[in-house]
């Protein structure tokens, strides 16, 4: 099974389901929806297979396979995966059939197809698969620009009323970093040319490098900028509430489940093997970067009337832990913070989910919009609250053994970081509780309800309660079989990864481990 491609195929897959699915004549949506969600649980059971054919103790990369590209530069299509990118395809693996099954009856913008909403996000899963399979660097490069495209489409074409603005802002943004990474790629390769005799771009190959520590300062913040701002860590991140506030829910779950993730998995694949010295140099400047971040988006998201906005200021919020355990240098910190991605594309993802099913039966993106939610739509509500429950990391859920790992792991190295942060666990609770109770509780009331003439509202004297943008009445659209179908897998996740996450961190605390190693980290 070793030999086969399958990081390959996982890429091809939806590539070509891609094509079929725009290919397709116009009008035939529904066989368009069908095609890309099978074309999805095509490649969900290609990333278990690769799960299974992946050795916890064998080699760092494992499933490899290369062909010579652009061979005067040394470019190869160099593909492999080690435990940190592995749990990300098992990610992308879930998340996307995931994503179509919810989007299966969106209402898009006037004059917006359907199928290719649905070859947009095929073609999305494929470089996303791409950009954690890479072991070329300069691949790496191409697929981290390329994943731009779709997404482009993705929210300026099928989200909300801001979508152009917050589509050029998201591209702008990340097409700058882009830039100023291929300036560090391209340094990379002029190092590797004078110390090797020629130039390339293999992940191997350049990790042996060794470089000036000058020259690593600079290197690194080529490298680092882009992924900061992919990330997105404060002050690069005034891009994501845009974009995940008027992105499509299918498109903010991956954008903010996946494509973020890019930022921190590039810390660790290729800004502290790489880069070691300056790593370490800057790491001080990081930390205060990601603990201000905590503590920033946190307060911000308390303050937020606009549910999705909310919820991308908290995604902002989680990643300066992920950044805490990354830049604590300690293999138990790091290995938390891996988890820590994985589990919050998870409950994060839930939670968009819950909230895009909120605004479809209510019409409204605000709070005070809602209240009263659970008594009509109890299933809508225990989503929510388990959405909820697991992105402020309550003991049981999965996020709290991530975070958990993060702070215990980052305190021995770095106490005063690690006690500032721990009050971002208190905003968590607040923000996530306060929006809770503000929608699923008290009294009905602005969009969400017309209350029953038979069971008059209270205080209206047996009038009928007046609605003041209804588009769906909630006392009969409770959570439908689709949508079940669609939140049980992730809220079975939360729960399975919160009593039991051992499996996980077996894959991914010896690629943590050799990264610790290439730095000369604390292996606990």
């Not at 990601?290 to 200021?313: E, N, T």
């Not at 589990?343 to 909120?358: D, E, Q």
């Not at 038979?454 to 959570?479: F, H, I, M, W, Y």
Request: charged fraction near 10%; aromatic fraction near 10%; proline fraction near 5%.
């Amino acid at each position: 099974m070793t030999d086969f491609p399958w990081l390959l195929l996982m890429i091809a897959v939806p590539a070509v389901g891609a094509a079929v699915v725009a290919a397709l004549p116009k009008g035939r949506d529904l066989l368009a929806k069908q095609v890309a969600l099978g074309v999805s649980l095509v490649v969900l059971l290609l990333a278990v297979l690769t799960a299974i054919a992946f050795d916890t103790g064998g080699d760092r990369f494992q499933l490899t396979s290369s062909v010579t590209w652009i061979e005067d530069f040394g470019v190869s299509f160099a593909l492999g995966i080690d435990g940190i990118a592995l749990v990300m395809l098992l990610l992308i693996g879930v998340l996307v059939p995931v994503v179509i099954g919810a989007s299966w009856n969106d209402e898009l913008p006037e004059q917006r197809s359907m199928k290719a909403y649905f070859a947009w996000l095929l073609l999305l899963e494929a470089m996303m698969v791409g950009v954690f399979a890479a072991t070329d660097v300069f691949l790496f490069y191409v697929f981290f620009e390329a994943m731009l495209v779709p997404m482009y489409f993705i929210i300026g074409s099928f989200g909300g009323p801001r979508r152009q603005y917050a589509a050029v802002k998201f591209f702008l943004y990340s097409l700058v970093g882009g830039l100023i990474m291929l300036a560090a790629v391209i340094g990379l390769y002029v190092v590797s040319n004078s110390q090797l005799g020629e130039g390339t771009f293999a992940f191997d190959a350049l990790r042996q490098l060794d470089i000036d520590p000058g020259v690593q300062k600079l290197l690194f913040l080529g490298f680092f900028i882009a992924f900061a701002i992919k990330a997105p860590l404060v002050p690069f991140h005034t891009w994501l509430p845009d974009s995940g506030s008027e992105a499509p829910i299918g498109g903010a779950v991956l954008l903010v489940g996946v494509l973020d993730k890019v930022g921190t998995f590039g810390f660790l694949r290729y800004c502290l093997p790489l880069f070691p010295d300056a790593s370490r140099f800057f790491a001080p400047f990081v930390l205060v970067l990601a603990v201000v971040g905590i503590l920033y988006a946190a307060l911000l998201a308390m303050g937020q009337s606009d549910m999705k906005r909310l919820v991308s200021y908290t995604s902002i919020s989680h990643f300066g832990f992920i950044a805490l355990g990354i830049f604590a240098f300690t293999t138990e910190a790091a290995t938390g913070a891996v988890l820590y991605m994985v589990n919050h594309g998870i409950a994060t993802g839930l939670l968009f989910l819950v909230v895009g099913m909120l605004i479809a039966r209510g019409g409204s993106r605000q709070i005070g919009d809602y209240g009263g939610v659970a008594a009509k739509a109890p299933l809508l509500a225990g989503a929510f609250l388990v959405a909820g429950l697991a992105s402020l990391a309550l003991p049981g859920t999965n996020s709290f053994v991530s975070e958990f790992l993060v702070l215990i792991g980052s305190f021995p190295e770095e106490p005063v970081f690690t006690i500032i942060a721990t009050v971002g666990i208190i905003l968590a609770a607040l923000y996530i509780l306060l929006m809770y109770q503000r929608t699923m509780h008290g009294p009905a009331r602005g969009v969400l309800l017309q209350e029953d003439p038979a069971e008059p509202a209270p205080g209206t004297g047996g009038a009928t309660a007046v609605l003041t943008a209804p588009r769906r009445s909630l006392r009969v659209l409770d959570l439908s079989r689709r949508e079940l179908a669609v939140v049980t897998p992730l809220v079975a996740l939360i729960i399975a990864l919160g009593v039991y996450p051992q499996p996980l961190l077996d894959v991914i605390e010896p690629a943590v481990s050799a990264t610790m190693d290439d730095l000369g980290g604390i292996d606990q």
